[in-house]
């Protein structure tokens, strides 16, 4: 019963820390006051942010198993490779999210995507710390002497 009731105040914690990030990133990029009129249904710049949120959450979920080290059953872990993915998907979708952001005109309800702008920022960044913590621990357990795997 602990263990459970930890793990769900670990997560309700890490989601209130990722929508105050988000919400950081709203009021720095001077996009947080919500629209006067609101647009409802699909827009191109909606559909960009949400492309580089799903890109930003694949990388994180790629840099998380990498960070993991699993262990295959030919014990061939894609440790190097899941990590430089999620440090080079996490950067494009941080970059695609700045730039939604940046060229953004309105808060959220214009239809022009910020809340998934800011989301794919903070979520890209996340990604490429956790690839680039993943390389690091791949790197130095590489060159530990004497250490089998």
């Known amino acids: 019963m602990k263990r459970t009731f930890a793990i ?18 709203l009021v720095t990029a001077h996009v947080s006051d919500p629209a006067t009129s609101t647009v409802y249904g699909l827009t191109l710049r909606r559909l960009w942010g949400t492309a580089a949120v799903l890109l930003a959450l694949v ?60 989301a794919a920022f903070v979520l890209g960044l996340i990604a490429v710390a956790t690839g680039a913590l993943a390389l690091a621990r791949n790197r130095r357990d590489t060159r530990a002497p004497g250490r089998m795997t």
Do not use: D, K, M
């Open 8 to 25: 769900v105040f670990a997560v309700v914690v890490a989601a209130a820390f990722f929508v105050g990030l988000v919400y950081a990133v």
């Open 59 to 118: 990388a994180v979920i790629v840099g998380g198993l990498a960070t993991a080290r699993p262990v295959s059953r030919f014990n061939t872990a894609s440790g190097p490779v899941g990590a430089t993915l999620a440090v080079v998907v996490g950067l494009i979708a941080a970059v695609n999210g700045g730039l939604n952001l940046a060229v953004a005109n309105g808060g959220p309800g214009t239809g022009n995507g910020v809340v998934g702008g800011a």
